[in-house]
C-alpha cells in the first residue's frame, strides 16, 4: 500500500454525543480485547447467534444502539441490494478470483458478509468462531501492504458489518474497530492516489458509514466526502477504465464496488428526493457517469472471463466462486446494467446460448480483440458468442502474462518467463515490453510486441490467433542491433529459455516418439508442436519442448547470431485423430540458401488443413519459399493443396510478389 500505514482513527468523541450536544465521555469499563461474557449457545439452534447481547457498560452505548439498529431497519441490506443482499453474498462478489484466495472458504469473510447482510450465523458453521482472532485479523489487514483491492474489499465489508455486531461485541471492542475502519479510510483519502482501491477504501466505506451509522457524527460528515471524491474519480471514465484495467486479475472486485455504489446512490436520491435537491442532482450526475464506466468494465469482466465461469488470470475454481456464479451473482448483476445485451452474451459465455436476437446483440458488441493500449491489456476472442478458445495477454512492466483457454478449460495461464543467454552469460531485459503491430479481422487476430535486452539485444514476440481454424501460435525472435554491419556479432551463441504456465489440473502427454505434446484435462484440449524442431524426438534438433518437474512447458532453443523460435497450439480436438506433419521451409535469396538466423519458414499440414509461416530477422530480399517469392517480415497463410492456392492471413510490412 503507498504511503504510511494508516493510524486508528479517535472516535471517542462519537461516543457521547450521538446525536445530542453533550461533552461528557464515560469510558468503557472493559479493556480492549477482553472476552464477552454471555449465556452458552446451542449449536444446534440456528435461530440463536454465537454471542448474544452483552451488557451494556454505558448510558451511551445504550442509545448508540438503539439508535443505529432502529435507523438500520430503514437501510437494511435487503432494502438496498435486494436478493444480492441474501446470505451476504454480494459483499463476497470477486473475492474467490483476486489474488487466488478462496474467498468463499474463509470463515471470517463469511461470518463478516453474513452480518452485513443480517443474515443468520448460527448453528453449527460459526459455533466455535473465535472473534478475537478475527478482530486481531482485520487490525493486521488494515496496514499490510499488497493485495489492495482485496483488502480495501473485506475492510469495506466490516465496516457494513458495524451495525450487526453491535449484538456480538462489547463496547470497547467495537469502538476500537470503528477507529481501525475509519483510520484505514482516511490512510487512503489522504493518499491522492490513482490506484482504483482508493475508489472502494475511501468512497464506497466513506457511504457504507455515513449511511448506516448516520446516529454517529464522524461518519454521518463522510457522507458530503464520500460524493465528492465519486464526483471527482468519475470526471474522466477514460482514466478510471485505464485504472481499472490495470489489474485485471482483480476488475471483479472494482465491478463489484461500482454497483454496490450504485445502490446506495440509488438509496440516497430515494431518501433526499424532497430535502436536499442540490445532492439529488449531484448523485444523478454521478449516476450516469459511474452507469458508463460500469458499462464498458462489464464488457471487458465478460471478455476475462472463462467458459466455466472463472476469471482469466486467476487460479480459483468453479467452486470457490459461488457469489460470482449464482441467480444474484456478480456476473448476473452486472448484467443488468444492459440486460438486452450482456444476458444473451454471458448466457452464450456459460454454455447456454440463445439465438434470440443474436445478431442484434452481436452487433453491439465490440470487436472480439479487445485491446486497451494504455492498459496494455489484451483479449483475443475467436468469437464473443462462443467457448471455442481465447487468449489473454497482459503486458504490463517487464512481465508479459498469457493466458490461452478453450471451452471450459485454461490451458495454459500466468507468467510467460524468457531467459535469454549470450556467450555463456545471462542477458537480462532493460525495458519494458512494447506494442510494435496489431491487426485484426474476420480471419485471425495478431499482436506484436517487443522488449529490449543488455547488449544490443531484443526479443520481439508475436502472438496469434487463427479464428476460424482454432489454432494459436506464439513465437520470440532473438534479434541483434546492426546485426549485418558487425561480423562479431553473426558468431555469438544464443541459448534460449521459455516457460510457459500449465493450468492447475492441465496433465502434458509427450509423445514418445514424435516432438508433439497433447494438454489434456479429461480428455485433450490441445496439442503443442515446436516447429523448428524435428519431427521425430529421437532426431537432432536445435529447438526442443520439455515438460518440467512442476508440469510446465519448456521451450529451448539455441543458435548463432539469431534465432527464430516458434510454437504452433491446435485447438481443434476434431483434428486430433487426422494424420499430420511439420516442416521447416528452405528459404532462397539470389539462389542462396538462407540459415535460421536470417529467415525462416514452416508447413504445418493436419488431414485437409495446411498453414504457412515465414519470418524475416533482417531486411533482404526478394526471397522464395514453397514456390512464393515476397520481400516481407512476416507472412501466414492457409495453403490449399488441391489447387496449390494461397490464403493469405497475415502480412507485415514488404509487399509480396507471387510467381
Not at 203 to 226: F, N, V
Not at 253 to 271: M, Y
Not at 480 to 495: F, G, P, V
Not at 584 to 602: D, I
Amino acid at each position: 500500500m503507498p504511503g504510511q500505514l494508516p493510524e486508528k482513527v479517535e472516535t471517542a468523541n462519537d461516543q457521547p454525543k450521538l446525536d445530542s450536544n453533550t461533552e461528557t465521555q464515560t469510558p468503557s469499563s472493559t479493556p480492549s480485547g477482553a472476552a464477552v461474557e454471555s449465556d452458552s449457545v446451542t449449536a444446534s439452534s440456528p435461530d440463536r447467534q454465537p454471542w448474544p447481547d452483552v451488557s451494556p457498560l454505558s448510558p451511551q452505548w445504550t442509545a448508540l444502539k438503539k439508535q443505529v439498529l432502529q435507523h438500520c431497519r430503514a437501510t437494511s441490506a435487503k432494502t438496498v441490494f435486494g436478493k444480492a443482499a441474501k446470505s451476504g453474498e454480494l459483499y463476497r462478489w470477486g473475492l474467490s478470483m483476486a489474488d487466488n484466495q478462496p474467498g468463499d472458504d474463509d470463515l471470517s469473510i463469511d461470518f463478516f458478509s453474513r452480518v452485513a447482510c443480517d443474515a443468520a450465523v448460527g448453528g453449527h458453521r460459526f459455533a466455535d468462531i473465535d472473534l478475537n482472532r478475527m478482530l486481531a485479523d482485520i487490525n493486521q489487514l488494515a496496514t499490510e501492504r499488497g493485495n489492495e483491492l482485496r483488502q480495501a474489499t473485506i475492510m469495506t465489508m466490516v465496516a457494513a458489518a458495524l451495525p450487526g455486531l453491535l449484538r456480538h461485541l462489547d463496547e470497547s471492542r467495537w469502538w476500537d474497530l470503528l477507529g481501525t475502519i475509519q483510520g484505514y479510510r482516511e490512510h487512503w483519502d489522504r493518499q491522492n492516489t490513482t490506484h482504483p482501491a482508493s475508489a472502494i477504501a475511501v468512497a464506497e466505506i466513506g457511504l457504507t458509514l455515513s449511511i448506516l451509522l448516520q446516529p454517529l457524527p464522524s461518519c454521518r460528515r463522510m457522507l458530503d466526502a464520500a460524493i465528492a471524491w465519486i464526483s471527482d474519480w468519475s470526471r474522466e471514465p477514460e482514466t478510471c477504465i485505464r485504472i481499472a484495467l490495470e489489474h485485471p486479475g482483480e476488475l471483479r472486485l472494482q465491478v463489484a464496488s461500482i454497483l454496490r455504489c450504485q445502490a446506495w446512490l440509488d438509496h440516497l436520491a430515494e431518501t433526499t428526493a424532497s430535502k436536499k435537491k442540490r445532492l439529488l442532482k449531484q448523485i444523478q450526475r454521478i449516476q450516469k457517469t459511474l452507469d458508463e464506466i460500469g458499462k464498458e468494465l462489464t464488457f471487458w469482466m465478460l471478455a476475462l472471463t472463462r467458459g466455466d465461469g472463472t476469471a482469466g488470470f486467476s487460479r480459483g475454481g468453479r467452486a470457490s466462486q459461488k457469489a460470482d456464479l449464482g441467480s444474484s451473482g456478480l456476473l448476473k448483476s452486472a448484467t443488468e446494467m444492459k440486460p438486452e445485451l450482456f444476458a444473451p452474451a454471458l448466457n452464450s459465455l456459460l454454455g447456454r446460448p440463445s439465438t434470440k436476437r443474436r445478431l442484434s446483440w452481436i452487433s453491439e458488441f465490440p470487436e472480439p480483440l479487445m485491446h486497451h493500449e494504455g492498459a496494455k491489456l489484451a483479449c483475443m476472442l475467436p468469437e464473443w458468442d462462443s467457448r471455442r478458445g481465447r487468449v489473454l495477454v497482459n503486458y504490463k512492466d517487464e512481465d508479459f502474462q498469457i493466458e490461452l483457454s478453450t471451452g471450459k478449460s485454461a490451458l495454459i495461464s500466468g507468467n510467460l518467463e524468457c531467459e535469454v543467454i549470450v556467450d555463456g552469460r545471462a542477458n537480462l531485459p532493460t525495458g519494458n515490453w512494447e506494442l510494435t503491430c496489431e491487426y485484426t479481422d474476420d480471419d485471425v487476430h495478431y499482436l506484436e510486441f517487443e522488449q529490449p535486452y543488455e547488449n544490443g539485444f531484443s526479443v520481439q514476440r508475436q502472438v496469434g490467433l487463427i479464428r476460424d481454424d482454432r489454432c494459436f501460435f506464439i513465437a520470440d525472435a532473438v534479434i541483434q542491433e546492426d546485426y549485418l554491419s558487425d561480423a562479431s556479432k553473426a558468431q555469438k551463441k544464443i541459448e534460449y529459455y521459455a516457460r510457459f504456465p500449465v493450468f492447475d489440473g492441465i496433465e502434458c502427454v509427450a509423445d514418445s516418439e514424435l516432438n508433439e505434446t497433447f494438454l489434456n484435462h479429461e480428455t485433450s484440449q490441445a496439442l503443442v508442436l515446436p516447429l523448428a524442431a524435428d519431427e521425430w524426438r529421437e532426431a537432432r534438433s536445435d529447438q526442443k519442448l520439455a515438460i518440467t518437474n512442476e508440469g510446465n512447458l519448456l521451450l529451448s532453443d539455441h543458435g548463432t547470431g539469431q534465432l527464430f523460435s516458434p510454437l504452433w497450439i491446435d485447438l481443434s480436438r476434431k483434428r486430433f485423430k487426422s494424420r499430420r506433419t511439420w516442416r521447416q521451409l528452405t528459404v532462397g535469396e539470389q539462389l542462396y540458401v538462407l540459415p535460421r538466423s536470417t529467415a525462416a519458414a514452416y508447413r504445418i499440414q493436419s488431414g485437409t488443413s495446411q498453414w504457412i509461416l515465414y519470418r524475416s530477422l533482417h531486411e533482404g530480399g526478394p526471397r522464395s519459399f514453397f514456390g512464393k517469392q515476397m520481400i516481407t517480415d512476416f507472412f501466414a497463410a492457409r495453403f490449399h493443396a488441391h489447387d496449390q492456392s494461397w490464403e493469405q492471413l497475415i502480412i507485415v510490412e514488404g509487399n509480396e510478389d507471387h510467381q
